[in-house]
């Protein structure tokens, strides 16, 4: 065995630091190696040939590579290595950046910790054994979950792409939030009348199919095999024979509050979700029906003509087979009650912007009115609050939720052309215009009279005044004063919040949510749709606040993402699989609960003991579902069970090397 | 049993009723109570100095007796005994530093395990509005309270923990249940500008004067609190007024004595309530005489 150990500088990175001469000069004596030599950029071309040509000269057949994290590079030393006709995994890493240089400050100290480092990984590469992968088949179809504008667009772009796709939706109608929009920023474009058209597109594309009201109830399998159970929810009404007449909706006598428009309007319990829901058909809510919680009523099904109810309908699950996953859950507004001072909850005048966009669509709980809860009247003096529990890391969310500056200048906007004479207030802390033309718009915003005052309100007090007024109390900076405003409705501008069960969810699909609940992308700079789970790529708010256009643009990207794969048709799969070692399993079968993957199965051996044949039970790997984890080889009680790459050989010899 | 920490304020100003009603009417309730023995200020201010527990040891001192008297916990009326007290328990219970310090000071281990009740929690938690709307003799009818809360009731809400200290609905709770009204008002949570009367008089006037005139505006018969320096802020405050402009200032004891007939009938009850039993020196403030 000839082992060569190469050294990188990282520039100043690592040589800072690290002192490189001394660890190579130690490599040098080190069991195996026969040669050494540190290298200023070991990822760059130079440093590329350097070790080629070193392999040539010295005949070498393992490296060992002290450098940065085999998470930037260690694909980048592996196709070397098998450009020079050496197996991939006779490469090691070293972490002599991540896990010293750049942790440490101690020159000296730092230098002893990264010999060892090397030490390591000589040791280790030792018992190397060469992996393979191999090319697996891919399902080419994908599965995008969650039906708004995020899930909408990357639906329709891998559909363009000729690949078919199904999109679950939750609610009965795609749409999502967008959808409970009046206008947009910054163009003050009509949200349902761009919005519409695409969900048509979505509901018509023949490589597109609808389940909504519907949700994700199991996930197994990996990229390009997903298998998924899609739970679908009873609607109680048969869509093929439903002609959307909606008399049963008129007729029934049941009326809950309507969730579309934040509780501010009434809907039956048979519903449709709103006027242009697709499908345009509706469900029957069962938590509210008295048909279901009493067993009579019924007039529903007496009114249709089609005969489409179906009170005996079921829940279905239906397991289906993708290649790839697009999520797109969206979000959740924050209700403001916990923040007592705003008195959301103890005024009905104390409003969320949602509550006040529902009001000023022409669709909405009063048809494009702006009224005051209280008394139905008109409002004349608004204001709007800011950062309602985001940026506040006391009572609240740490981020900031990114659209309430632009969409408060565009309700004070909306508010001075339909209603003019109506006086706006903002208090905020920081107006954040970042973006294409939304600079312009918050300037407009202002140039019509909204009235902008940087400082934090304090306090929202009912004023117990003739009119039911609400004081607002808080500070403006530019004035350096105390201020107080008697407004007749103010609007706060809440929290974006990731999905309540966006973790359960993340579970299921192998992604993880970071602090505030939102999923991790990959890597934060280099590949922000794509998530640790390959195969699975995110879209729009359930990966962090963001405006319409940019979840559109990030739909788009994982859609392509998809798409590549599909044209590709193949996935390599995970060299780094178990192995079983099938003279030492006792076929204890231990290991196959907890492989997360299904992939440990038992098979039977022949064996000849004292002359005499005899069958005997074994686990056994499926390399296609193996991705790696390690589970079994962990837990295995004979030592039977090894990993690729990490053998419990190559793991003890590291240890003894030390 | 309660152990009754009067403080300075009630029983220096004992002529104003506020001992008398309150104790008369938690006896009345069959609450009861038991005067703390040589009990002593609380320091008024809670010291926030977090390296310095000269300022602890009046209150542990307090809190140490009424555990060592085995009684329910301490009763306290004034809001700044309330807060004192309660803040200064808060704190023994979580400050190891504080617990050697001033245990080694007094030659105890006090880690906060008396539990601090004011008044309006008595009446909430111990007795419930239920009882007390039994033993409303004369609602209130025609009342409009503006209840007033100020700081030391309320805030920090972390260590206090009382009501929510955005939106507290304690006593509007309670004047509701003596048939009263109550209005809501801006100002229900400011200050008085408490201390602030002895140096900038002008100060604390215009802070109290804004909670006079926001009740007044929403329509206030009478503004009720449970602290002496509130009260004391809100009545000077209005001296310069002509009498017809003024909104009477009252202690919260007031309305629900007057609602249950009356302090010397709600004495007379708790003294045949201490027939019953063991006859408390309720509301005789003996000890301290």
């Known amino acids: 065995m000839r082992i060569g150990v190469f050294v990188c500088w990282c520039g100043s990175n690592i040589k800072n630091t690290v002192d490189v001469d001394a660890v190579t000069a130690r490599a040098k004596t080190m069991p195996q190696v026969v040669y050494a030599q540190d290298v200023q950029y070991l990822c760059s071309e130079v440093g590329q040939s350097e070790i080629g040509q070193a392999i040539d000269t010295h005949r070498l057949d393992r490296v060992v590579v002290a450098a940065c994290s085999p998470r930037m590079h260690e694909t980048t030393f592996q196709k070397l290595m098998a450009a020079k006709g050496l197996n991939p995994y006779y490469v090691e890493i070293a972490n002599i950046r991540e896990h010293c240089s750049w942790v440490h400050t101690d020159k000296e100290k730092a230098t002893v910790k990264a010999i060892d480092l090397v030490k390591k990984a000589v040791a280790k590469t030792a018992f190397a054994i060469p992996l393979t992968s191999d090319q697996l088949p891919v399902t080419k179809r994908a599965l995008v979950i969650g039906g708004g504008i995020a899930g909408i667009q990357a639906a329709l772009d891998i559909a363009d792409a000729g690949y078919p796709v199904d999109l679950v939706e939750k609610e009965s109608s795609i749409g999502g939030k967008m959808a409970q929009f009046d206008k947009t920023f910054p163009t003050l474009d009509c949200s349902a009348c761009i919005l519409t058209p695409k969900m048509v597109e979505a509901a018509t594309h023949e490589n597109i199919r609808l389940y909504t009201y519907a949700e994700v109830a199991a996930v197994s399998g990996y990229v390009g095999n997903f298998n998924v159970t899609i739970k679908q929810k009873a609607t109680s009404v048969n869509p093929e024979k439903c002609n959307g007449c909606g008399d049963c909706v008129t007729k029934c006598p049941k009326k809950v509050p309507n969730e579309f428009d934040c509780g501010s309007s009434k809907r039956k319990a048979v519903y449709t979700l709103f006027p242009q829901a697709v499908p345009n058909k509706p469900v029957i809510d069962r938590d509210n029906c008295i048909y279901f919680a009493t067993g009579k009523c019924g007039l529903c099904a007496k009114v249709c003509q089609t005969g489409a109810i179906e009170y005996q309908q079921q829940d279905e699950m239906i397991e289906n087979q993708y290649g790839a996953i697009v999520v797109a859950t969206g979000y959740e507004l924050k209700v403001p009650d916990h923040l007592g001072e705003y008195a959301y909850g103890q005024h009905p005048d104390v409003i969320t912007s949602l509550e006040l966009e529902r009001m000023l669509n022409a669709s909405g709980p009063t048809s494009g009115k702006v009224i005051r809860p209280s008394n139905g009247k008109m409002p004349r003096r608004i204001v709007f609050i800011q950062c309602v529990g985001s940026r506040d890391r006391h009572d609240g969310n740490p981020y900031c939720s990114k659209v309430c500056c632009l969409y408060t200048a565009k309700h004070t906007l909306l508010l001075n052309e339909k209603f003019p004479g109506t006086e706006s207030y903002v208090f905020y802390m920081d107006v954040r215009t970042a973006g294409k033309n939304y600079e312009e718009f918050y300037e407009r915003a202002r140039q019509q009279g909204a009235m902008y005052l940087r400082g934090q309100v304090s306090k929202v007090e009912p004023l117990g005044d003739a009119d039911n007024r609400v004081l607002v109390r808080g500070f403006d900076g530019s004035l350096q004063r105390q201020v107080e405003i008697a407004a007749d409705l103010v609007v706060l501008a809440t929290s974006m919040e990731a999905q309540p069960n966006a973790k359960t969810l993340g579970g299921m699909l192998g992604i993880s949510t970071d602090l505030n609940g939102f999923y991790t992308e990959a890597h934060a700079k280099l590949r922000p749709v794509e998530t640790q789970a390959q195969g699975v790529y995110l879209a729009g708010v359930c990966h962090g606040p963001k405006d319409i256009p940019e979840a559109v643009s990030q739909a788009s990207g994982a859609a392509v993402k998809a798409i590549i794969l599909f044209n590709k048709g193949q996935v390599k799969s995970v060299p780094t699989t178990a192995m079983v070692e099938k003279d030492r399993c006792s076929g204890c079968m231990q290991c196959q609960p907890v492989c997360p993957y299904e992939a440990i199965s038992q098979e039977m051996v022949v064996e000849r003991v004292h002359g005499k044949e005899r069958q005997r039970a074994v686990a056994t790997v499926n390399r296609a579902l193996c991705q790696g984890c390690g589970a079994c080889a962990g837990l295995c009680r004979s030592g039977a069970m090894d990993l690729g790459g990490f053998t419990s050989r190559q793991l003890m010899a590291e240890v003894d090397s030390l | ?289």
């Open chain 2, 1 to 289: 049993m309660l152990s009754y920490y009067p403080g300075c304020t009630v029983r220096a100003q004992q002529d104003d009723g506020f001992e008398r009603e309150a104790l008369a009417l938690l006896a009345s309730l069959d609450i009861q109570t038991h005067e703390l023995e040589e009990w002593e200020c609380c320091g008024a201010v809670y010291p926030e100095a977090r390296d310095e527990y000269v300022g602890l040891l009046s209150s542990v001192r307090a809190l140490q007796r009424t555990w060592d008297a085995g009684s329910q916990g301490m009763l306290t009326l004034c809001s700044a005994c309330f807060h004192v007290m309660r803040r200064v328990n808060h704190r023994m219970k979580r400050d190891e530093e504080a617990q050697r310090r001033v245990g080694g000071y007094l030659g105890n281990m006090y880690q906060g395990e008396t539990k601090v009740f004011h008044l309006l929690e008595v009446l909430r938690d111990l007795v419930g509005y239920p009882r007390i709307q039994e033993a409303v003799v004369t609602p209130l009818k025609g009342e409009k309270m503006a209840c007033y809360y100020g700081c030391m009731l309320l805030r920090p809400k972390e260590e206090l923990g009382l009501v929510d200290s955005e939106n507290p609905r304690l006593m509007e709770a309670l004047m509701e249940t003596l048939g009263a009204t109550t209005v809501r008002f801006p100002y229900q949570t400011d200050c008085c500008g408490a201390y602030h009367v002895y140096r900038e008089a002008p100060l604390a006037a215009a802070a109290s004067l804004k909670v006079i005139t926001a009740a007044r505006e929403a329509g206030a018969t009478q503004i009720i609190t449970a602290c002496p320096l509130c009260k004391h802020n809100l009545e000077a405050c209005q001296a310069s007024l002509p009498q017809k402009e003024r909104l009477p200032v009252a202690y919260m004891t007031a309305p629900l004595v007057k609602a249950l007939g009356g302090v010397q009938r709600l004495e007379q009850m708790a003294f045949q309530n201490g027939e019953k039993g063991d006859p408390s020196h309720a509301f005789s403030g003996e000890n301290s005489q």
